[in-house]
């Protein structure tokens, strides 16, 4: 499985600037409503229905908001990593830094667990984060992310 086939180059959101988890769920939805054809309201009401049933803030300073929605035909990512450290409510209770959205079909249940068992073993890679934490800019983080082994 390949990154680059969920998320394209422009779906790298560099420094992003938000104060909280919900503002940063509102930028991320808006940044994904041009790729995904949905409005940003329809995905950030159902990303906040999947936050309502547990945080996504895995730990480690990464949270991996994710859920599966209709009007969709292929998993969809997005990319963030924030400009200060936000409150998550993560299981280790550390800011977020590093938030990766993915949308999935809402009729393929496998498809989205496969996706996001992928996503979740990159982002614990060795060495994986200290390299997204300090990259350069949104092509250089981009670049890193697709090509983690």
């Known amino acids: 499985m390949k990154l680059a086939d969920y998320i394209a180059p422009e779906g790298v959101l560099f420094d992003l600037d938000a104060s909280s988890k919900t503002e940063a769920l509102q ?7 041009k790729p995904s054809g949905l409005p940003v309201d329809a ?19 990464i949270a991996i908001p ?3 929605i209709d009007g969709i ?6 990319l963030a990593r924030m400009r200060k450290p936000i409150d998550f409510e993560s299981i280790d209770d550390l800011p977020v830094d590093i938030i990766f959205v993915l949308l999935t079909p ?6 989205h667990l496969n996706v996001l068992a992928a996503f979740s073993r990159k982002l614990r890679s060795p060495g994986a984060l200290k390299q997204m934490r300090t990259a350069k800019d949104a092509q250089s983080l981009y670049t890193l992310f697709v090509s983690l082994p």
């Open 106 to 111: 809402n009729r393929d249940t496998n498809k």
């Open 27 to 33: 930028l991320m939805s808006a940044g994904l409503s």
């Open 66 to 68: 994710h859920t599966r």
């Open 73 to 78: 035909e292929k998993p969809i990512g997005l």
């Open 43 to 61: 995905i950030l009401t159902a990303l906040q229905k999947r936050e309502n049933l547990g945080s996504t803030g895995v730990g480690q300073g």
